[in-house]
């Protein structure tokens, strides 16, 4: 087979394994939820915080991969220090594996982005070590309220909501 014919046969192949293989781009998307704020019975209590849980729907697989975690945190109701962060926890897990640094929460709603801000965390919820980021979409994640100098009294029905944007592309 002479030189030309050889390249000829070599770029027609591979046109055609092309053709074949077809486009490959990732694809994904968003699951969001939000929900109203639980009521705070025991306003002495600052070491464990409120929390308020978010699962994926059924749609979403434990291989798809979070790619940005985004929650907003209201404040709840009232004259108090307030502290919030977001937690995750791996598939069909209940113990958070890490958590954001907690955040002062100054104003009514404040936007707290996970994705380079997870920080691995021990039994005791503390910040043990560096940046955790292999985080499935698949997880379910903890919108956490600290109130770190206690509450004058419980907080009945407030009217606050929490939401959670998980946004992933398919594993």
Not at 67 to 78: E, I, K, L, M, N
Not at 140 to 148: A, C, G, L, N, V
Request: hydrophobic residues 35%.
């Amino acid at each position: 087979m002479s030189l030309a014919r050889r390249a000829t046969a070599a770029t027609a192949a591979l046109l055609v394994s092309f053709m074949v293989a077809g486009p490959a781009f990732a694809t994904g998307g968003t699951w969001s939820d939000s929900k109203r704020h639980y009521s705070v019975y025991t306003p002495n209590d600052t070491t464990d915080p409120t929390s308020t849980y978010f699962t994926a729907p059924t749609y979403v697989d434990t291989l798809d991969t979070a790619t940005s975690v985004v929650a907003t945190v209201t404040r709840y109701q009232g004259d108090h220090t307030e502290w919030g962060r977001v937690c995750y926890s791996q598939p069909y897990g209940n113990q958070p594996i890490a958590c954001t640094p907690w955040y002062s929460l100054v104003y009514a709603a404040s936007s707290i982005e996970g994705m380079g801000e997870f920080r691995v965390v021990d039994a005791n919820q503390n910040a043990t070590g560096g940046i955790y980021s292999n985080v499935s979409a698949k997880g379910s994640f903890q919108i956490q309220h600290r109130f770190p100098e206690g509450l004058p009294g419980p907080i009945y029905s407030d009217p606050g909501y929490d939401s959670l944007a998980v946004t992933y592309t398919e594993g």
